[in-house]
């Protein structure tokens, strides 16, 4: 079976599984064409050609995508397989993705929080400081001066 043929049958395991794909997909800051790419998961599979060229489109694809190469020695079975594991993968990810976002969000406020009474502290020590200095006797400038002259003689 050539490439193409187990291509089309990805195509149509795709559409009788209502995922959102195309064929030859370009995008502009990109230098390959994708062969198919699956939108919903961010997968792009391409047809096996020269191994340098896979490597180039592998190492560009990675950034932004999962790569999923087909070979001539797979099967459209195991090319399905691949795929199907693929977006199990980016399924996992997306989620890993949500929680940390929700976790972070939970930080932010627990953050504010500990701002917030830290402040409220500080305001409240500032405050005592300044009433213990109000109920302090002050002394009369008098008082020292007539000890430092008692002092002094």
């Given at each position: 079976?050539?490439?193409?043929e187990?291509?089309?049958?990805?195509?149509?395991?795709?559409?009788?599984?209502?995922?959102?794909?195309?064929?030859?997909?370009?995008f502009?800051?990109?230098?390959?064409?994708?062969?198919?790419?699956i939108?919903?998961?961010?997968?792009?599979?391409?047809?096996?050609?020269?191994?340098?060229e896979?490597?180039?489109?592998?190492?560009?694809?990675?950034?932004?995508?999962?790569?999923?190469?087909?070979?001539?020695?797979?099967s459209p079975?195991f090319?399905?397989?691949k795929?199907k594991?693929?977006?199990?993968?980016?399924?996992?990810?997306k989620?890993?993705?949500e929680?940390?976002?929700?976790?972070?969000?939970?930080?932010?406020?627990?953050?504010?929080?500990?701002?917030?009474?830290?402040?409220?502290?500080?305001?409240?020590?500032?405050?005592?400081?300044?009433?213990?200095?109000?109920?302090?006797p002050?002394?009369?400038?008098?008082?020292?001066?007539?000890?430092?002259?008692?002092?002094?003689?």
């Open positions: 079976m050539t490439g193409e187990k291509l089309t049958a990805l195509h149509l395991w795709l559409k009788e599984n209502k995922i959102f794909h195309k064929k030859d997909v370009k502009e800051n990109c230098a390959f064409v994708y062969d198919l790419f939108f919903d998961y961010y997968i792009s599979v391409r047809i096996s050609t020269i191994e340098e896979d490597r180039k489109f592998y190492k560009e694809a990675n950034r932004h995508s999962f790569p999923v190469f087909i070979r001539e020695t797979d079975e090319v399905i397989e795929v594991n693929t977006i199990e993968k980016a399924k996992r990810q989620e890993r993705h929680i940390n976002k929700k976790q972070k969000e939970i930080n932010i406020s627990k953050n504010e929080e500990l701002r917030l009474k830290a402040e409220q502290r500080r305001a409240e020590r500032a405050a005592q400081k300044k009433a213990a200095e109000e109920a302090k002050k002394r009369k400038r008098q008082r020292i001066m007539k000890a430092e002259v008692a002092y002094k003689s």
